[in-house]
């Protein structure tokens, strides 16, 4: 995996502006640590940092190719780039390197903007081509990678994370009403294709964006069609078998270091056990597992987001499936150190501890492998979240998750508020994402909703989980793959009833039964349960001292958005203030807060 970034300027000649692309690579080095590299043109000029797993000697980047010259540069794996490669050999292209990034490359001369429909991956990049003098910026399906641009007065900025823009003079971090809203509304449920920053864009998942001098367009490659499912139920368990498998299969591709996640649920233990399956028959070693627990933890009583510890249920899959399996244990001071890290990983407030430990698991399992399979999208694909089966959420007329949760917007300052109108911003935004959704004729109005709720979850759910699992992994130079996004599976399952995905009305009884022979009974019936969040005692503490803190001095930049007096009155009366996440969490709250001000101190954030 790697980070990628570029500027295209219609006036200036950048190859007097290498320094300037240097420095805007440079901010992805945790992204790319094993090489860097700069390309320069008149109009066009790109740089990369690189992150080594397919063909370590040969994969340089930017790369290149004809006169005048189509120069690429990419971030991510392409899982079919051998097929992709024999194709295209057979069209009369030759290779010289082993590369999938060489495969985009001759894929997009060869077909144009109708190759990222031939592609099974994760990626994010950028093509110029400079016989018509255009940029091409793709996503992949699912937006599993990141890909942010900016439009200046004489062209185009680009980059894998906010930072590498940040670092070209042409653009400022300003935060308008749009991105208060953001912020503070919408942090569990963010717009597709916005970038927080005023004028930063983010190319939407299955989209690809066109640069010419005339102008600047985006289009879809890839969306979700509605159609009849016609599978009897034995048949669609088996295909969703088949699928999986297929994925894991081939995201076991790795010329380096290799493991799984691994929390003790249905999703990841899936994973872990196809892998091991895969594994057994190409001959190689067992799978190596990690999970993630805190001191402490098997004490805590369960909630509505967490049904247990994770321990017990982890140790049954590991045992069971075979693998090499480490339990990465994290303290509160360590998850204290970790804050300014995730922060700079993020460019923008996170979700604190969870972030925090998630960035110490991932320290850990870099310290042994580069690459990782996820569960991730499980729960989006397969309707496994609470909100699917609650009627007063799927009633809602809003985001189902968001149903009967205050935001942090409830802390701006009353002008703020007025300006930023956040209950309208979110119904607007909630209308247009229900506009979206794919119809099928035919359908009664209650299947209609859950489809329409299916659509919520995977466009505006799942994106900022991804955008975390990304941003916290890459800041150690960890490439996390995410099997359950395989565009396959997911076109797939999304046509599939609800009837059929919840048999009996089990909550993913589809998945539970296409995999249920692979592992312990107890792990395959186990109900959905959330991320785990530490009981930090000292991490509260010092959190709220900080608060403090911020209450006495009168500069602190987030009372230019929150009302002061709002968060004293909170803190005098021990009252919880709105978290940003729908996870039960009596610190998330207070961790935005203190989060949002070291955002604006840190990035020197403008508001306009």
């Not at 996870?583 to 961790?591: Q, S």
Request: proline content about 7%; overall charge neutral.
């Amino acid at each position: 995996m790697c980070g990628v970034t570029g500027w295209v300027d219609w006036e200036t000649d950048l190859r007097t502006r290498g320094a300037t692309v240097s420095a805007m690579a440079e901010t992805l080095a945790c992204r790319g640590p094993d090489a860097s590299g700069v390309w320069l043109s008149r109009h066009a000029a790109f740089g990369h940092r690189r992150l080594s797993v397919i063909d370590l000697t040969g994969g340089a980047q930017p790369l290149g190719t004809g006169q005048p010259e189509t120069v690429l540069t990419y971030n991510g794996e392409l899982y079919n780039h051998q097929e992709l490669r024999r194709e295209l050999q057979s069209l009369g292209h030759t290779f010289r390197t082993r590369s999938d990034t060489e495969v985009v490359l001759r894929a997009h001369i060869e077909w144009g903007t109708d190759a990222p429909r031939r592609f099974n991956g994760i990626f994010a990049y950028a093509l110029w081509d400079g016989r018509a003098e255009e940029l091409l910026l793709v996503r992949d399906h699912l937006g599993i990678k990141p890909l942010y641009w900016h439009v200046h007065a004489a062209g185009v900025l680009f980059g894998s994370e906010p930072k590498a823009v940040l670092a070209n003079p042409l653009f400022r971090a300003e935060l308008d009403a749009e991105g208060i809203a953001e912020l503070f509304a919408l942090p569990a449920a963010p717009t597709a294709g916005h970038g927080l920053f005023r004028g930063l864009n983010e190319v939407r998942p299955g989209h690809l964006v066109s640069v010419r001098r005339s102008a600047v367009r985006e289009f879809p490659y890839w969306r979700l069609v509605s159609r009849p499912h016609t599978d009897d139920a034995a048949t669609t368990r088996r295909t969703v078998r088949e699928l999986l498998a297929d994925a894991v299969e081939r995201q076991l591709m790795s010329d380096v270091p290799l493991c799984t996640l691994l929390s003790g649920g249905v999703d990841s233990s899936a994973i872990t056990a196809l892998a091991a399956l895969a594994r057994e028959r190409s001959g190689q070693g067992k799978v190596s597992s990690f999970s993630v627990d805190f001191p402490g933890s098997a004490d805590r009583a369960p909630d509505t987001w967490r049904t247990g510890a994770d321990a017990p249920f982890v140790r049954a899959a590991a045992e069971h499936v075979g693998t090499l399996h480490t339990s990465v244990v994290i303290p509160d001071d360590d998850l204290l150190e970790a804050r300014q890290a995730v922060l700079r990983a993020r460019d923008r407030p996170g979700w604190g501890e969870m972030d925090a430990s998630l960035h110490l698991l991932f320290r850990e399992v870099r310290r042994r492998s580069t690459v990782a399979l996820s569960g991730e999208a499980a729960d989006e694909v397969f309707g496994g979240y609470p909100y699917f089966h609650s009627p007063d959420a799927l009633s809602a007329p809003t985001f189902p998750w968001l149903h009967g949760r205050p935001t942090p917007a409830v802390l701006l300052r009353p002008e703020v508020r007025a300006e930023v109108r956040p209950q309208e911003y979110t119904a607007q935004q909630y209308r247009d994402s229900l506009a979206g959704t794919p119809a099928l004729a035919g359908e009664t109005a209650a299947d209609r909703r859950v489809r329409e709720v299916f659509h919520l979850a995977l466009t505006r759910w799942l994106p900022p989980l991804l955008e975390r699992v990304d941003r916290v992994s890459m800041s150690v130079g960890l490439e996390v793959r995410v099997p359950f996004c395989d565009h396959r599976l997911v076109e797939y399952a999304w046509n599939v009833p609800w009837s059929l995905k919840t048999p009996d009305g089990r909550p993913k009884g589809l998945l539970r039964d296409a995999v249920r022979d692979l592992l312990p009974a107890a792990v395959a019936d186990r109900p959905k349960s959330g991320y785990p969040s530490t009981p930090a005692v000292r991490y509260t503490q010092v959190l709220t001292d900080r608060a403090h803190e911020l209450l006495a001095d009168p500069a602190a930049p987030v009372f230019d958005l929150v009302d002061r007096e709002t968060v004293r009155r909170a803190l005098a009366e021990g009252m919880t203030l709105p978290s940003p996440r729908t996870a039960p969490n009596p610190v998330g709250g207070l961790d935005h807060l203190v989060q949002v001000d070291e955002w604006l101190r840190a990035y020197r954030v403008g508001l306009r």
